[in-house]
């Protein structure tokens, strides 16, 4: 980890006002001053500031039930951020795994732990994303068999990875896909002549959404473990 943002984990200063701390000497690593805040340092390394040994805040792990209207973003842009409404502290510290648009509602991770994250969003570990769809149209027949064989998305250089498509009735299907590309969902439907009216994350690996609208709970230890 940065030596800015182990500072910042371990107090209540901003990065601005870690940054200054450091290049100003207030801080040794391994009783060793170091000034520059891009230095990578390790939880195992001694760090001191003004001579106080600092400890960085436990990673968090939340779920989170997103709502219509709210952006994955940690600051408020055109639409307020889905930290907005919520009483959880030091959201600059945390980051989505796996982002969602701003109509799409339903199921977010959140962490500081970006190790764990990885595991959720590279398409390498197959971590399995499930969508439920409204669709414009009623589903033709042939989709779940293009989505299974891979669609090639306009702008990517690959096909999508095998999706797997459940029919709950004509217009409401359910998804399940393994990566997060730009849209992907929007896309894949697009791709097949359809076009998605509503979409919500139900699933993300083995968790499932449990909170209303607008919730959030911190992760159990089985769910955390169950992406590593
Ligand atoms: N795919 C989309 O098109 N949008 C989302 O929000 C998530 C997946």
Redesign the pocket.
């Known amino acids: 980890m940065r030596l800015d943002k182990f500072v910042c984990k371990s107090t209540a200063l901003n990065r601005a006002n870690a940054i200054q701390l450091i290049q100003n000497g207030a801080v040794t690593v391994n009783e060793q001053v170091e000034t520059h805040e891009f230095a990578q340092v390790h939880e195992n390394n001694t760090i001191r500031l003004q001579g106080h040994t600092l400890t960085p805040r436990p990673f968090r792990y939340i779920l989170m039930h997103k709502l219509a209207g709210t952006i994955c973003s940690n600051i408020d842009e055109v639409y307020p951020s889905l930290f907005s409404a919520t009483n959880l502290e030091h959201t600059e510290e945390l980051h989505i795994a796996?982002?969602?648009?701003a109509?799409?509602t339903g199921l977010v991770l959140i962490t500081d732990d970006g190790h764990w994250s990885f595991n959720i969003t590279t398409p390498t570990q197959h971590c399995e994303?499930v969508?439920r769809v409204g669709l414009s149209r009623p589903i033709r027949g042939d989709e779940a068999e293009r989505f299974k064989q891979g669609i090639m998305l306009q702008g990517e250089s690959k096909p999508t990875l095998p999706a797997k498509l459940d029919v709950l009735s004509p217009q409401d299907v359910l998804l399940t896909?393994t990566e997060?590309?730009?849209?992907?969902?929007?896309?894949?439907f697009s791709a097949v002549g359809n076009r998605?009216v509503t979409?919500h994350?139900d699933r993300i690996g083995e968790v499932l959404l449990d909170v209303d609208a607008g919730e959030w709970r911190y992760l159990s230890d089985e769910e955390i473990a169950s992406f590593r």
Do not use: C, E
């Not at 796996?98 to 648009?101: A, I, N, V």
């Not at 997060?180 to 894949?188: A, D, E, L, S, T």
């Open positions: 796996g982002r969602l648009d109509d799409t994303k969508y896909i997060g590309k730009f849209h992907q969902v929007k896309r894949m998605v979409l994350r």
